[in-house]
């Protein structure tokens, strides 16, 4: 099982980091319509219509990613002082209450959207060249299939958490050193962690250090 947990979790993984380059050619899109645009005086007629697909898809693509680091913003400050079976109860009935409703509703939705669009051959009204835009909507029901099976991974272990009172593994990324700093606190001396802060630059760290010298 934890098997097949990881590996939906790399596929999310695989997708949002290949869709993370979709930033790289919309910050070339944007600079080069800014370019032309004032220096030129020659603004093209497909940057607008390029840039915000790119932006789209990054946006869209980046969602199952997202949601399997846990990284979707939250309003945790009760949330995050609950016992881990708590917060698995929690999560479980979100999901169950708000998130598979709406996923289904996403995809059925983002479904007519992209074969209405496909039938027309819809194009777009915002620029004179008028590029298609049904592959671009066809992103959103693939958006949605890969959110639901990334959901489906986190119910599964929310119920293993409630079994067992412990968060199961997942996978994770590079952390900031702040995090790695906070999550070592409680296990830390005051003056081992006032050091490191001190080290690694940070303000309340150096503050932290010249209080404890006397400084």
Known sequence: MQRLLLGIDRLSTIVGQTFAWSILLLTAVVVYEVFVRYVFRAPTSWGYDVSYMLYGTLFMMAGAYALSRNGHVRGDFLYR??????QA??????????????????????WHFFTDSFRQNERSMFSPTGPV?????????????LLLLQGLVEVVRCIQCIRSGTWPQRLSDVEELEQQILAAAAEKDPEVLAREMAKSGKIPGERAADEHTGR
């Not at 929690?90 to 983002?110: E, K, R, T, W």
């Not at 835009?133 to 299939?145: A, E, Y």
């Open 81 to 86: 002082n609950f016992r881990p079976r708590l």
């Open 89 to 110: 109860w929690f999560d479980l009935v979100l999901f169950i209450l708000f998130f598979f409703p709406a996923i289904f509703a996403f995809m059925i939705s983002g």
């Open 133 to 145: 835009i049904w592959p671009f909507k066809l992103l959103i029901p693939v958006v949605g299939v």
